[in-house]
C-alpha cells in the first residue's frame, strides 16, 4: 500500500483535479457531458464566493485523487449536511485505502463543521463503487429518485409560467 497525504484543495491543485475529472467522465461514460474547463473549475472552487470544495489525495506529490463537495441544508434535521458530487481515485492507486481515506477526511469535515450527514449519488451499474460503499456502512437510499434539469429544459423552467 502506497503512503498517501489528504489535504485541502489549493488554486495550484486546479490542473490536476480538472486531469482527474476528465478521467472520471470517461470511466463513468459521460465524456461528451463535460465541456467545463480548467478556468470554470478554478472559478467554482475558488472565486471570491465558492460554490463547491474539493480535497486531494496526494502519493509521493502526485495527485491520484480527489472528492469535490458542497453544503446543502436537511430541512428534516434542520443542519447542514455535505453533498460529496464526485470522488474518483486514479486506477492504479485504488484497493490501498486512499477513497477510504477521502471519504473518512470528509466525514470528519462534516463533523467538525455539525453537519447532520454526509451524502452521494453512485450509478447503479458501478457495482464495485456500491460493495465498497456498502462496506463502510452507506445506505443505498432506492426509494428515492434523482431529478436533474439542465440546458433548454432549465432556460425553459426559469421563464415565468403564463
Given at each position: 500500500m502506497a503512503a498517501y497525504k489528504i489535504r485541502s484543495?489549493?488554486?495550484?491543485?486546479?490542473?490536476?483535479?480538472?486531469e482527474l475529472i476528465t478521467a472520471l467522465s470517461e470511466y463513468e461514460k459521460?465524456?461528451?457531458?463535460?465541456?467545463?474547463t480548467p478556468e470554470d473549475l478554478h472559478q467554482g472552487l475558488f472565486a471570491k464566493k465558492p460554490v463547491a470544495e474539493a480535497i486531494v489525495a496526494e502519493v509521493d506529490g502526485k495527485t491520484v485523487g480527489f472528492a469535490l463537495f458542497f453544503y446543502n441544508f436537511?430541512?428534516?434535521l434542520m443542519k447542514p449536511g455535505i453533498y460529496l458530487e464526485d470522488l474518483f481515485v486514479s486506477p492504479d492507486y485504488r484497493r490501498q485505502g486512499?477513497?477510504?481515506?477521502?471519504?473518512?477526511?470528509l466525514?470528519?469535515?462534516?463533523?467538525?463543521?455539525g453537519c447532520g450527514r454526509l451524502e452521494w449519488s453512485v450509478l447503479d451499474w458501478n457495482e464495485?463503487?456500491?460493495?465498497f460503499y456498502k462496506k463502510i456502512g452507506a445506505l443505498l437510499m432506492d426509494e428515492w429518485t434523482g431529478c436533474r434539469v439542465t440546458g433548454k429544459a432549465l432556460v425553459n423552467l426559469a421563464k415565468p409560467a403564463k
Open positions: 484543495a489549493t488554486p495550484a491543485d486546479v490542473l490536476a483535479i480538472f459521460l465524456a461528451h457531458e463535460m465541456v467545463g436537511s430541512t428534516f486512499i477513497a477510504t481515506g477521502l471519504l473518512n477526511y466525514a470528519n469535515h462534516a463533523v467538525e463543521q464495485d463503487a456500491i460493495t
